[in-house]
């Protein structure tokens, strides 16, 4: 009997040992999940012939911010290298890159803001490929009226002969005091405020460090006698992004303005502009009807602003140049609530355009640039993950390489980078079935390193690319 025992005992030990093993397993061989959060194009000086270099910024599950950069051609191949931004771990959820290229002789940047999980903004730059980081900064909130906390950062950069900047458009919970002088009385209170930080920056640092309140946002409450009744006044500024044009900085929000003795529809939204140039912001596009914006570049002489809206009763993606609509597209079906993101960048092979990218409903691509006045509609091999609605669009400066690229995070945990060629925009694409790289890439896929059409070893890469 007691053999028996024995018997049993040792094979159901046996069993959970199997058990452990195959969940180890498990664990182990799962795929540790990529979001994407912001792309670049990086051209590095030792790109060669079709050779595109893209610096990308992303966390993940642990949090830990890092820094990637994706090298694709038709010739080499493609390769991949990430470390942690900083070489340390850096936890945020949100962050913005901003990249500088040269010559070989000349210092590459990286730059890179992100918040912090006790409410500040973290600013860094990286000289070089594989180089050290410098200029550890923090931005914290002006706290007018109380302790306050700053989020949504948004970063580009001024380099040039004369001065290096680097500016970061962000939001601040306590930045400011409301101030409206139509306020007859002192009944106020506060909304998050528009702010932006300029850093002057040097070949190791931060010199300094000068804030601006772009736009308070409050409101304020007061009995009327005219009207004979309680007035409600308010201003919510939100999503500020910076673009730099012409050497200067300009901040692009959008602002709710409620009057509550009107009805709430016909409030007015704004996307508002502000230059460090005339130091004060103008309103554009009146109307609720073309918000949310979403992202702004600059090209040439132009600043050039993502917006959705129904303009006309139908569903667009609009493009602003300064104040004025200049680009529609119009997507079927998709309603306010269709696109999931978007993103525009210059054309940086033909000053003055530009291109922008959408993923709607989570399965489409919708994509079109200004040059050609060619748009693609197609759908997603792999859709976008649910929890990580981002997306970039990627123009490439190299006139061998006939691509722009689009990436995102998939729902298979992956960074989705999307390859489009000059032939696929013209012609049409039903899907991107076949136009997919992964970041990291596939099984029994290798991302061999090319750097001056050379072949390196991942261990040397660094060395090289110094």
């Known amino acids: ?165 680097a500016y970061i458009s962000y939001m601040d919970t306590n930045g400011a005091d409301y101030y409206d002088p139509n306020d007859p009385h002192e009944d106020k209170y506060h909304y998050p405020d528009v702010m932006l930080a300029k850093l002057e920056t040097g070949d190791y640092g931060v010199k300094s460090v000068e804030k601006t309140v772009v736009e308070a946002g409050g409101g304020f409450n007061y009995f009327s006698e005219k009207a004979g009744k309680q007035i409600k006044y308010e201003i919510i500024p939100s999503n500020a992004q910076a673009a730099v044009k012409d050497g200067n900085i300009n901040v692009v929000y959008e602002t709710v303005v409620h009057d509550y003795n009107i009805a709430h529809d016909e409030n007015p939204h704004f996307i508002n502009f502000f230059s460090d140039v005339s130091n004060e ?71 003055g355009e530009f291109s922008y990218a959408a993923i709607c409903w989570y399965d489409t691509l919708c994509y079109y640039d200004s040059a050609s006045n060619k748009s693609v509609y197609a759908f997603l091999n792999t859709k976008i993950d649910s929890e990580n609605k981002k997306v970039v669009v990627v123009e490439t400066n190299n006139e061998e390489d006939d691509a722009r690229y689009v990436l995102y995070t998939g729902e298979n945990g992956k960074i989705v980078v999307v390859r489009l060629s000059d032939s696929d925009v013209s012609d049409g694409i039903p899907s991107t079935e076949g136009r997919e790289y992964f970041i990291p890439a596939e099984e029994n896929t290798k991302y061999d390193l090319y750097v001056g059409g050379k072949q390196v070893d991942e261990k040397n890469a660094s060395d090289v690319l110094e």
């Open 281 to 351: 912001s103008m309103a554009a596009g009146k109307g609720a009807e073309i918000t949310p914006l979403f992202d702004v570049c600059a090209s040439g002489d132009n600043l050039f602003t993502l917006v959705h809206g129904s303009l006309d009763s139908l569903s667009s993606l609009y493009v602003l140049n300064g104040q004025e609509i200049i680009s529609q597209s119009y997507i079927s079906g998709i309603g306010h609530n269709g696109v999931n993101a978007a993103d525009i960048t210059a054309n940086l092979m033909q000053s």
């Open 1 to 165: 009997m007691k053999r028996n025992n024995i018997k049993k005992a040792v094979g159901i030990f046996l069993i959970l040992v199997a058990f452990a093993i195959f969940w180890s397993f498990a664990a182990f061989s799962q795929t540790v999940k990529y979001n994407l959060l912001d792309a670049k194009l990086f051209p590095s000086p030792y790109a060669v012939e079709d050779q595109t270099v893209i610096g990308v910024l992303f966390t993940k599950e642990d949090g830990v911010l890092y820094f990637g950069t994706f090298w694709t051609s038709e010739t080499y191949g493609d390769a991949w290298e990430e470390e942690k931004v900083g070489n340390y771990d850096y936890k945020t959820g949100y962050a913005t890159l901003a990249t500088h290229w040269g010559d070989k002789y000349e210092m590459e940047r990286v730059y890179v803001a992100f918040t912090t999980d006790d409410g500040k903004i973290a600013y860094l730059y990286r000289s070089n490929v594989g180089g050290s980081w410098y200029g550890l900064t923090y931005i914290e909130s002006m706290n007018v009226g109380g302790n306050g906390t700053v989020y949504n950062p948004d970063i580009d950069f001024y380099y040039g002969s004369d001065r290096e900047e």
